[in-house]
């Protein structure tokens, strides 16, 4: 009984199929804010990853019949490897921006010097960062962001297939500029708390001019403390649109980079 053979072609195009798209999924939810957070165990990203991979494959062309380990195969691995990166990478600079401005309005209120570890990136940032943080995570899962986000990973795979070629110099040029977004962001977040404080040290200024026998650090530091917590407070119905467009503008972005948003 003859043994039937099996292409050597046919193998590397099967396991290729699935390779290079697991590598642009898993890259991306690494990367990715809330996801890629260290609160979410690698074994749970990497079963995630292999879900959407095995949902995703099905829809997708036949991938190039190239073997993975050639170095055409590492080539596109390394593609792929890019582009789940920079995809992650365009919604972190969002995320970001929030750390910016919680750091600013920390300084403003003199807590620059409380710290606590975000869980998310374990790094130190200010108590206010870490609230933005939070907060911003929830509201990404609340408006959906996430099935957006995978809504967008799965179209990419069209604009952008799994090929040699992928993100270019003018698309990493382009990646590089966004990364601004992140201060232009923090500083539309942190805004409003840093004018009405700023304010409020004119004013103590002005007393202590009047009245220099005044203790003004035993009354400003609390007063101040005070304010800006006051002002986060009545600022938090602005957070929500400031956060949407910077969603907004960061899925628009997307499309542009993976090919979704190009003539």
Not at 4 to 21: F, N, R
Not at 58 to 87: C, K, V
Not at 220 to 243: N, Q
Request: no cysteine; charged share 10%; proline share 7%.
């Amino acid at each position: 009984m003859a043994v039937p053979v099996v292409d050597a072609d046919v193998i590397a195009g099967w396991i290729g199929g699935w390779l290079w798209p697991f590598a642009r999924i898993g890259m991306m939810l690494l990367v990715m804010p809330v996801f890629g957070g260290r609160l979410v165990p690698r074994r749970v990203r990497i079963l995630l990853a292999a879900l959407v991979t095995l949902l995703v494959v099905p829809l997708l062309p036949p991938a190039p019949a190239i073997e993975p380990l050639s170095p055409g195969g590492l080539l596109i691995l390394g593609q792929q490897l890019l582009i789940g990166a920079a995809m992650g990478l365009v919604l972190q600079v969002v995320f970001s921006a929030l750390v910016v401005g919680g750091q600013l309005v920390g300084m403003s209120m003199g807590l620059g010097f409380a710290m606590m570890v975000d869980p998310q990136n374990g790094i130190n940032v200010p108590v206010i960062s870490q609230y933005y943080v939070t907060l911003a995570s929830l509201l990404f899962l609340a408006l959906d962001g996430h099935l957006m986000l995978f809504s967008m990973l799965a179209e990419s795979f069209r604009t952008l297939p799994v090929a040699p070629l992928g993100l270019g110099a003018e698309d990493l040029r382009r990646l590089a500029l966004w990364g601004g977004q992140m201060f232009v962001g923090g500083v539309l977040v942190g805004l409003p708390v840093v004018a009405a404080l700023l304010l409020a040290n004119l004013t103590f200024g002005v007393i202590t001019r009047a009245a220099p026998q005044l203790n003004i650090f035993a009354v400003g530091f609390p007063a101040t403390l005070a304010l800006g917590f006051a002002v986060i407070l009545f600022a938090l119905p602005a957070l929500l649109p400031e956060f949407q467009r910077m969603l907004d503008d960061a899925f628009g972005f997307l499309a542009l980079l993976t090919g979704g948003g190009r003539g």
